[in-house]
C-alpha cells in the first residue's frame, strides 16, 4: 500500500513559513535563515502565487547581480508552482520532484494550503520506509516478532 502525503505531513514537525510578493529579497532570505529553511512559500491574500528558494536567490538575484534589499521577491520567485493532493503517494511525489527537478511541493487540496515537502521530506520517508520493510522481513526470516 502506498503511503499518502497526508501520513507524511502528519509526521513532519514545524509550519509553513511564507512572505508576500512585496517582501523584499533580504527579509526572506532572512526569514529563511532564522527558521533554517530552504524555501517560503508566496502567498497573496492568502492565495499560492509562488514559491521562493535559496536556487531563486542564487540564480535570479545574486548571479544577476540584483540588490537583495530593493528586490521584491515577486520579481524573482518561481510562479505558479506545480502542487500536489493529499491524497498522491510519497512514492509518485519523489518521481515528480526528481523528474521534474523540483525541490519543493506545496501539497494543497480545495484551494487551502495543506503544508510544503521538500525532496528531503520524501526522501527521508521512503529510507524510513524501506529501513522497516528490512527489519520486518529480518523477523520474519529470523521468526522473531518485529519491532
Not at 512559500?41 to 548571479?63: K, M, P, Q, T, Y
Request: charged residues 25%; negative net charge.
Amino acid at each position: 500500500m502506498k503511503t499518502p502525503l497526508s501520513a507524511l505531513l502528519k509526521d513532519k514537525p514545524g509550519r509553513v513559513y511564507s512572505v508576500t510578493p512585496d517582501s523584499s529579497v533580504a527579509n526572506a532570505v532572512r526569514e529563511m535563515n532564522r527558521h533554517n529553511i530552504g524555501a517560503l512559500v508566496v502567498l497573496d491574500d492568502g492565495e499560492l502565487v509562488g514559491i521562493f528558494s535559496e536556487r531563486d536567490v542564487l540564480v535570479r538575484v545574486v548571479a544577476a547581480d540584483r540588490d537583495a534589499e530593493t528586490t521584491r521577491v515577486e520579481q524573482v520567485m518561481t510562479q505558479d508552482p506545480v502542487c500536489v493532493s493529499p491524497e498522491m503517494a510519497v512514492e509518485d511525489a519523489m518521481l515528480l520532484v526528481t523528474e521534474k527537478r523540483f525541490r519543493h511541493l506545496p501539497v494543497m487540496h480545495d484551494g487551502t494550503l495543506h503544508g510544503l515537502v521538500s525532496s528531503g521530506d520524501l526522501t527521508r520517508w521512503l529510507v524510513r520506509d524501506q529501513q522497516h520493510r528490512i527489519d520486518d522481513l529480518n523477523a520474519y526470516i529470523m521468526d522473531v516478532p518485529a519491532h
